[in-house]
Antibody
Framework: QVQLQESGPGLVKPSETLSLTCAVS?????????WGWIRQPPGKGLEWIGN???????FFNPSLKSRVTISPDTSKNQFSLKLTSVTAADTAVYYC????????????????WGQGTLVTVSS | DIQMTQSPSSLSASVGDRVTITCRAS??????LAWFQQKPGKAPKSLIY???TLQSGVPSKFSGSGSGTDFTLTISSLQPEDLGTYFC?????????FGGGTKVEIK
């Protein structure tokens, strides 16, 4: 059974870069599926940030696209999120997640989540 | 972007009640809809995909239906462990989008 675990600094200063890592166990990220990030500001709903496929091709939310990078580290079976020029509005719990293929063969749904990590943007 | 609208935003029901949550998409998403349960302080848990297919290990008291733009999640007999917030999400096109959530409380 796949497990995902986020890690990274819990506090980031405004205008700096948020960097998180998602360590994956139980499945190789270079074999198949999509691997991505979702965030949830305190007391609010869920926002999809972006994901990469198993070859490293990425797709991002247009609202964040100019500031986001998602990249794999296949040697450690993990992938990372970088979000530049952060503000207080980027304060949120960040989740990594896996998407797998549905019965149509053309669409992908989330089947597994990490436990989440809170990142606060403050000076 | 496809907008996902859930109703109600919150509900309070008694143990044993049948609970129904509605999710509406701003355009046709066929059956490419998922439901998630989020208990307080925890990560979301995947419940349903394909509008009506239960994820492995999800109890059969949960069911989903719908296609096109209108969907429902039903809990057949509400139990105390079902309290939390439920989200729908479309995955037919980018950007993936979520409903605002329905908070379920126990009377």
């Amino acid at each position: 059974q796949v497990q995902l675990q986020e890690s990274g600094p819990g506090l980031v200063k405004p205008s700096e870069t948020l960097s998180l890592t998602c360590a994956v166990s139980g499945y190789s990220i270079s074999s198949a599926y999509y691997w991505g990030w979702i965030r949830q500001p305190p007391g609010k709903g869920l926002e999809w940030i972006g994901n990469m496929d198993h070859t490293g091709i990425t797709f991002f939310n247009p609202s964040l696209k100019s500031r986001v990078t998602i990249s794999p580290d296949t040697s450690k079976n993990q992938f990372s999120l970088k979000l530049t020029s952060v503000t207080a509005a980027d304060t949120a719990v960040y989740y990594c997640a896996r998407r797998v293929r549905d019965s149509s063969g053309y669409h992908w749904f989330i089947d597994s989540w990490g436990q989440g990590t809170l990142v606060t943007v403050s000076s | 972007d496809i907008q996902m609208t859930q109703s109600p935003s919150s509900l309070s029901a008694s143990v044993g009640d049948r609970v129904t949550i509605t999710c509406r998409a701003s355009q046709d998403i066929n059956n490419h809809l998922a439901w998630f349960q989020q208990k307080p302080g925890k990560a979301p848990k995947s419940l349903i995909y394909g509008a009506s297919t239960l994820q492995s290990g999800v109890p059969s008291k949960f069911s989903g239906s719908g296609s096109g733009t209108d969907f429902t999640l039903t809990i057949s007999s509400l139990q105390p462990e079902d309290l939390g917030t439920y989200f729908c999400q479309q995955y037919i096109s980018y950007p993936l989008t979520f409903g605002g959530g329905t908070k379920v409380e126990i009377k």
